[in-house]
């Protein structure tokens, strides 16, 4: 009934490889535009969204999406522009919150902080009831629903009826420009249950007490 949105999507594998093969000679070479909400192929397989993008405080150029995408060591290939190739690596990742940190080639990659109609200016603090919370997905764009964190509380997770399909995994959820969260799964139907995501400083935090990659993230 609680579903991972990549699990969803296993049996969109093979299409996707053949997707890629269709389409790639149309894609640009060149340095790959990401941000929160561009779409992302991990280890040649696994469709799923970059929550954000930024520095830490060692200044490596690294972001985030959910770590039932893929695990530590996979790839990551800009999905608009695949021409580029491997244009960054996920470090490592936390399953019990489901994220995962990517380390990019700043080489190859041009870092936004818009996707879409959604801007990312800053982090902040979950979204809570009567909030509209926004996400911007790979599959479905941005669509927008009522927070209601409250009649579920956790210090991790918060429910959104943000409308989320296969391939939005990863995705960010902001109110305004502000980053709350990402798009971790859905509760029984797509798109009608509601979308379930980790809180976005609960992220950071945990990324920061780890040091290293990832500590004292800030987005671009």
């Known amino acids: 009934m609680f579903r991972k949105i990549a699990e969803a999507a296993a049996t969109l594998t093979a299409a996707a490889a053949l997707l890629g ?4 000679a149309a894609h640009a070479s060149g340095p790959s535009v990401l941000g929160g909400g561009s779409g992302i ?3 040649d397989q696994g469709i799923c ?4 993008i930024g520095h830490d405080a060692g200044g490596r150029l690294v972001g985030l999406t959910a770590a039932h995408c893929g695990e530590a060591g996979a790839t990551v290939v800009a999905d608009a522009n695949r021409d580029t190739g491997v244009v960054g690596t996920l470090a490592y990742t936390n399953k019990d919150m489901d994220y995962a940190m990517i380390v990019f080639d700043p080489d190859k990659v041009m870092p936004v902080n818009r996707v879409g109609d959604t801007i990312i200016t800053g982090l902040g603090a979950p979204a809570r009831f009567p909030d509209i919370a926004c996400k911007e997905g790979r599959t479905t764009g941005r669509t927008c629903g009522l927070a209601y964190g409250e009649l579920f509380p956790s210090d991790t997770w918060t429910w959104t009826q943000a ?17 709350v969260g990402m798009v971790n799964a859905y509760l029984t139907v797509p798109c009608l249950g509601p979308q379930v995501g980790a809180n976005i400083m609960t992220i950071v935090n945990d990324a920061t007490a780890r040091g290293g990659v990832g500590a004292d993230f800030h987005p671009i």
């Open 163 to 179: 409308c989320v399909l296969p391939g939005d995994s990863g995705g960010p959820v902001v109110v305004g420009t502000t980053l």
């Open 49 to 52: 969204t970059l929550t954000t």
């Open 21 to 24: 093969a269709q389409v790639g």
């Open 41 to 43: 192929i991990v280890n």
